[in-house]
């Protein structure tokens, strides 16, 4: 597959499954097998697209307005980069933190394994730190101490 196809994967991934909640694009966009890892990865959740719908609705139930903006995107044989923003509003529950009501930003970088058209493995960073302190579940250095 050209450079461009696979971005074109990477890309409906962050758009039609992250922004708009198309879970069903799933099935068409990661294979069977696929494994993702890194902070946003959920212990004990199945391979493939199950998993992945898993780790979309954990974080769409939390923030159910987000929405991610791709900044940059890179592709070479097989692999897919794509460095990424994400917006928004803590309205449900995340991982047993109770929603607070705050906005986030968070920026990211996903990197996808593409074979025969679906992604059947992903790397993936966020500033999972940065969005704690956002959420005041973390304090940042002016708050710390009051």
Do not use: C
Request: no cysteine.
């Amino acid at each position: 597959m050209s450079a461009e196809t696979n971005k074109t994967v990477a890309r409906r991934l962050l758009e039609e499954v992250w922004n708009k909640g198309n879970l069903a694009a799933l099935n068409e966009i990661i294979a069977e097998d696929h494994v993702g890892t890194g902070p946003g990865a959920l212990p004990d959740s199945p391979a493939g697209p199950e998993g992945t719908k898993r780790v979309v609705t954990l974080y769409r139930n939390a923030f159910p307005d987000v929405h991610f903006t791709i900044d940059e995107q890179f592709a070479e044989g097989d692999k897919v980069v794509t460095r990424w923003t994400a917006d928004g509003t803590h309205q449900g529950e995340l991982q047993g933190i109770p929603a607070t009501g705050k906005v986030s930003t968070v920026t990211g970088i996903a990197i996808d394994r593409i074979v025969n058209g679906k992604i059947a493995e992903s790397w993936g960073i966020f500033d999972q730190f940065g969005m704690m302190q956002q959420l005041g579940v973390i304090p940042t250095p002016e708050t710390a101490g009051k």
